[in-house]
C-alpha cells in the first residue's frame, strides 16, 4: 500500500491504517527508537506511541511525506522517554553524547521569545547540510538525526571510526564558523 492510501485510511479513521502503517513503517521507527533509547520495551511503547500520535494528527494534518512524518514523531517521542528516564538517573550513552557534541555548536532550548531565531537557525542548517558532500551529509544526519554510534556510522559507510570522529568534529567546527557568520550564535 502506498503512502497515500494509507494517510487517507487515516483520514477515513479506519483502524487499517495503523496496521498499514506498522507494517510498512515499523521496523523503520523502531530503529529510529532504539538508537535513542537502547532498550527494546521503551523503543516498542516509543513505536505504538508514535501510531497513536499520527492518529491523532491526521486529520487535520496531511504530511507530505509520510516516512519522514513518522520518523520525526518516533524521534520526539523517544527523546521524551529518554528524557524521562534520565531524569531518574544521569548517565551516558548515544543520545547524550551526541547531544553534547551539537551542543557545542547549537545553543539548545524552547524559548518561546525564540521561536523566529530557531526556524532561521533549523533553515540555515538544512542550507548548510545542502551544502555538504554526500558522505559527510549522510554521517552528520546518522549522528545527530538518528543518533547512532561512531562504530555504527564507520561501518554503515565502510570508513574507520577515526575518520568518522575527524569528519564530523570538522563538521561542527565548519557549522560553528558558518553560524557566528550569520550572527546566528
Not at 487499517?16 to 507494517?23: C, D, F, L, V
Not at 513518522?70 to 547524550?96: E, F, H, M, P
Not at 557534541?101 to 542550507?127: F, I, M
Request: aromatic share 10%; glycine share 4%.
Amino acid at each position: 500500500m502506498d503512502d497515500a492510501e494509507i494517510i487517507s485510511l487515516y483520514f477515513q479513521r479506519s483502524e487499517t491504517a495503523i496496521s498499514q502503517t506498522a507494517t510498512k513503517y515499523g521496523k523503520y521507527c523502531y530503529q529510529i527508537a532504539y538508537h535513542i533509547l537502547s532498550s527494546r520495551e521503551d523503543s516498542e511503547e516509543s513505536v505504538n506511541d508514535t501510531y497513536l500520535a499520527a492518529w491523532n494528527a491526521m486529520p487535520p494534518r496531511r504530511p507530505n511525506a509520510l516516512s519522514a512524518f513518522l520518523g520525526k514523531l518516533t524521534r520526539y517521542i523517544s527523546l521524551d522517554r529518554w528524557k524521562n528516564r534520565s531524569a531518574l538517573k544521569r548517565g551516558g550513552g548515544q543520545v547524550a553524547l551526541s547531544l553534547d557534541e551539537l551542543e557545542e555548536c547549537v545553543a539548545g532550548g524552547s524559548d518561546p521569545e525564540k521561536e523566529a531565531d530557531r526556524k532561521e537557525l533549523l533553515r540555515y542548517l538544512n542550507r548548510f547540510l545542502d551544502s555538504l558532500p554526500e558522505i559527510q551529509r549522510k554521517v552528520f544526519v546518522c549522528r545527530y538525526w538518528y543518533l547512532e554510534s561512531i562504530p555504527e556510522i564507520a561501518a554503515r559507510f565502510g570508513i574507520s571510526e577515526s575518520k568518522v570522529t575527524a569528519m564530523l568534529h570538522r563538521l561542527r567546527q565548519k557549522l560553528r564558523k558558518r553560524l557566528e557568520m550569520e550572527g546566528l550564535l
